[in-house]
């Protein structure tokens, strides 16, 4: 059974900072990688979407880099703002398109 | 903006209730999936259909059931609600595995 995990839960930063956020899994056999953003009470925007082929994405700030045969993956937001304050989730695509999410990391940028 | 629309956005019902939840999807989207998400937690597989068959299912119980329309719209049926049905139901639509997901805006479900 496929298991996501998401280090850390929580991040605060000040306005500016570059961080990066962790996504493991335990099953290596995937289709895909996702990040999504999700905002409070709301839906989920996906940010970026790396193929089991590919190494990494990039868009505008953010880039993805995806280690399949670890299990590892990582999102990387250069110069932070304060309206990259979301919770960020990590997905992995399995059989039958189904997605296996993390439970997120919230993140808060301070001006 | 996704092309995804769910309705309603908001629905409060008692235990005991049955309810039915609607998605929209992109035109050419073959795939609608559904998600659970509990407060503080990522979305859960609920199912997903593909061209009006479901072709998937999580660790949902029968209660939980689903149809999907030529018109790529779709419902998720619930019967018999129970408290910790309460949560917030995505729909997603798309293509195929190798294909991003395109989310809609949910339905937050409460069950009193």
């Known amino acids: 059974k496929q298991e996501v995990t998401q280090i850390p839960a929580a991040l605060s930063v000040p306005e500016g900072e570059n961080l990066v956020l962790n996504c493991s899994f335990t099953?290596?056999?995937?289709?895909?990688l996702q990040w999504f953003r999700q905002d409070p009470g709301k839906g989920l925007t996906s940010l970026l979407l790396?193929?089991?082929?590919?190494r990494e994405q990039t868009s505008g700030r953010l880039n993805a880099s995806l280690d399949k045969s670890s299990g590892r993956s990582t999102l990387y937001i250069a110069a932070s703002q304060p309206g990259d304050s979301a919770t960020y989730l990590c997905?992995?695509?399995?059989?039958?398109?189904?997605?296996?999410f993390g439970t997120g990391t919230r993140l808060q940028v301070t001006l | 903006e996704t092309g995804v629309t769910q309705s309603p956005t908001h629905l409060i019902k008692t235990r005991g209730q049955q309810v039915t939840l609607r998605c929209s999807s992109q035109?050419?989207?073959?795939?609608v999936s559904w998600y659970q998400q509990a407060l503080g937690q990522g979305p859960q597989f609920i199912f997903q259909?593909?061209?009006?068959?479901?072709?998937g299912r999580g660790n949902f119980p029968p209660r939980f059931s689903g149809l999907q329309f030529p018109n790529y719209s779709s419902e998720l049926n619930v019967n018999a609600l129970e408290l910790d049905d309460s949560a917030l139901y995505l729909c997603?639509?798309?293509?195929?595995?190798?294909?991003?997901?395109?989310f809609g805006s949910g339905t937050q479900l409460s069950v009193l």
């Open positions: 997905a992995v695509t399995g059989t039958a398109s189904k997605l296996t």
């Open positions: 790396i193929q089991s082929s590919q």
């Open positions: 099953d290596s056999a995937i289709y895909n």
């Open positions: 997603a639509s798309g293509g195929t595995d190798n294909e991003k997901l395109f």
């Open positions: 259909y593909y061209r009006e068959e479901e072709n």
């Open positions: 035109s050419g989207h073959n795939t």
